[in-house]
């Protein structure tokens, strides 16, 4: 039987890119990151880019799992970097994002600016 993610996996996702999820101790998802692969525009190589990142309110330590997930599925895919994103537009919790981001070794790539229209 196809599970949902056997269906995202099918319809959406690509051989380039991946869906992880974070299991609660019951078996409920208490998070996900969406990753694929992209070609490294500051050299050669391949990026990891994430796409989606979320992790369900007090589920403590749920980020640093799935971080540590992504950076499994890109060295295992030869990848040079790493990229995630803290989206101002998506979430109320860029600041913290980006301070977990920071945290985790990472260092900011660029400032994207946006024009509603």
């Not at 391949?46 to 992790?55: H, P, Y």
Request: charged share 20%.
């Amino acid at each position: 039987m196809e599970t949902i993610l056997d269906t995202v996996r099918k319809h959406v996702l690509s051989e380039h890119a991946d869906f992880l999820v974070l299991l609660d101790a019951s078996g409920a998802i208490a998070g996900c990151m969406g990753l694929r692969l992209q070609t490294n525009h500051m050299g050669s190589g391949l990026f990891a880019v994430e796409g989606l990142f979320f992790v369900k309110p007090g589920c403590r330590g749920g980020g640093i799992l799935l971080r540590n997930a992504a950076r499994q599925w890109a060295r295992a895919r030869k990848c040079s970097h790493l990229q995630m994103t803290a989206s101002r537009l998506a979430t109320d919790a860029a600041d913290v994002a980006e301070r977990f981001f920071v945290a985790s070794g990472m260092k900011q790539l660029e400032t994207t600016f946006v024009e509603v229209l």
